[in-house]
RNA sequence: GGAGAGAUGGCAGAGCGGCCGAUUGCACCGGUCUUGAAAACCGGAGUACCCGCAAGGGUACCCAGGGUUCGAAUCCCUGUCUCUCCGCCA
């Protein structure tokens, strides 16, 4: 959620922006409502401070003042429920029209849709095979590694069961992740996989509705968590913390769950996309300037390259464009991994995603801080990006790795906790 | 799942329906005193929103949301969370 003041003071901007990430959004009708509750607020604090007054007066009034002096206070109470519900029903208004406006955009990030995102550099020697790559359902048969069916007659479409060296494969990505981020300076969590929609819609989610990507637990306000970008922002919600204590850096281990509404047709082979998967995930608190945000951003970004040059994955990184940022995001650079099995003969996949989202989250989950030369309290910025997504890392770490004779090499970081250099049939 | 207790400012801890945004202690900041410090004394300190160029003024906030009342931290209802006891359980 952007200030609502900023939007009033900035429509031409925040219009112009709205464009470029292809939203619609009213912002005059946002400013018609903000005048209209600001004054009803004045009305609103004057009506209550003669009630006050009148109230004040009746313990000390004698008694033929007081019937007088007790109607006046009945008349005013009737005034001010009048105002407050008028009140309410504006900013009900004002929330749903404000909510839908996105992040405003770093001024470097391309302007466009998904093909105008530019590409950043690229890491690695794509590896030459002197056979026909499979991708990963093949080599994942070859060596008894996915369990689609089973998936399938348990869950449905979209899940799977991991098997064998596959599960042994998960466990090390998720080992390497959190030792790397351990090292790094990040607080390990791992989170619930539920959290309440109040949460989820602070993160900029939305839990239920016709194309939420969000499965919801009937007759609670219980959601199961998309990433743990949710419940990691989540965990300091409505908290002031000190700016001596910033940047915070937190590092969660969750399932993901995605009902992937409206994607269906669209890459279904495979565990690329599903409904379930795991996932490391980083999540920092910064003091709310793009200088502070804009660092870790870089640190961010920079781990979840060597955690893929640890890997020895080549890749590419990527400068998402307006259009594609979703709504929290103020910039956000995406790994794409080569995927050699993928399409005809190799494409890249994305694998990692990295957000700076200043204060757009912080401001509707209301994380703040204290900072000992300002009065009063900021909002923080909150970044995101992901360490490791287990599904999509597998991918690429099997369809790289693969060898001739349908063997899968195991990268050297992940050996001691796979327990064995090349996962054969 | 059942029974009970509780939630007040950074912490501790008061608070008969009106004089309570809230006593007090600790911690904190400024000052006096002191060679310096401690102690003592004096003073200051919350957050959000609205009006105002500003100085300043106003309103709200005692877990949250409703209700009763001229008036609610205080009474009633609901929810959330915490603690204790019983049962069940990985």
């Known amino acids: ?35 209209e509750r600001n004054s009803l607020i004045s009305s ?39 105002t407050e519900e008028r009140q309410k029903v504006i900013e009900e208004h004002l929330r749903v029209e ?57 869950a449905g479409h979209g899940f799977y069961y991991l098997k064998n060296d596959a599960v042994m494969l998960e466990m090390a990505l998720v080992q390497f992740a959190l030792t790397k981020l351990r090292s790094e300076g990040f607080t390990l969590y791992t989170t619930p996989d539920l959290a309440r929609d109040s949460v989820l819609e602070g993160i900029g989610f939305n839990p239920r509705g016709d194309e939420t990507q969000i499965y919801s637990i009937a007759n609670t306000d219980l959601s199961l968590v998309a990433t743990a970008e949710i419940t990691l922002g989540g965990a300091l919600k409505d908290q002031t913390l000190d700016l001596a204590g910033l940047p915070m850096k937190f590092c969660g281990l969750s399932h993901c769950f995605r009902t992937e509404a409206g994607a269906h047709g669209r890459a279904t082979r495979g565990i690329y996309r599903v409904h379930q998967f795991t996932k490391v995930e980083m999540f920092g608190f910064t003091a709310g300037d793009v200088e502070a945000s804009g660092a870790l951003h870089a640190e961010i970004v920079r781990i979840e390259e060597e955690i893929f040059q640890a890997l020895g994955i080549p890749y590419r990184l990527i400068d998402t464009a307006s259009g594609d940022l979703g709504g929290p995001a103020y910039r ?94």
């Open 1 to 35: 959620m952007l200030d609502l003041q900023f939007i009033c003071e900035h429509r031409d901007e925040v219009e112009q922006n709205c464009r470029n990430r292809g939203v619609q959004v009213d912002v005059a009708a946002v400013v018609r409502l903000r005048d």
């Open 44 to 82: 609103g604090d004057e009506l209550r401070r003669r009630q006050k007054d009148v109230s004040g007066k009746i313990p000390h009034a004698s008694a033929d003042e007081r019937s007088a002096l007790v109607e006046q206070g009945k008349q005013l109470r009737a005034q001010i429920s009048a």
């Open 98 to 154: 404000v909510i839908r406006i996105p992040n405003m955009t770093h001024p470097d990030a391309p302007i466009g849709g998904e093909n105008d995102a530019k590409e950043i550099r690229t890491w690695g020697t794509k590896p030459k095979f002197d056979f026909k790559a499979l991708d990963h359902v093949d080599i994942a048969a070859k060596l008894d590694l996915i369990d689609f069916e089973a998936g399938a007659r348990v």
């Open 332 to 425: 956000k650079y995406d790994l794409e991994a080569w995927m050699p099995g993928r399409g005809e003969a190799g494409e890249y996949g994305e694998v990692t995603s990295a957000s700076n989202c200043t204060d757009y989250q912080a401001r509707r989950l209301g994380i703040r801080y204290r900072s000992p030369d300002r009065k009063g309290t900021q909002f923080v910025h909150t970044l995101n990006g992901t360490a490791i997504s287990c599904a999509r890392a597998i991918i690429a770490v099997l369809e790289n790795y693969q060898q001739a004779d349908g063997s899968v090499v195991v990268p050297e970081v992940l050996r001691p906790w796979v327990g064995k250099d090349v996962i054969t049939a």
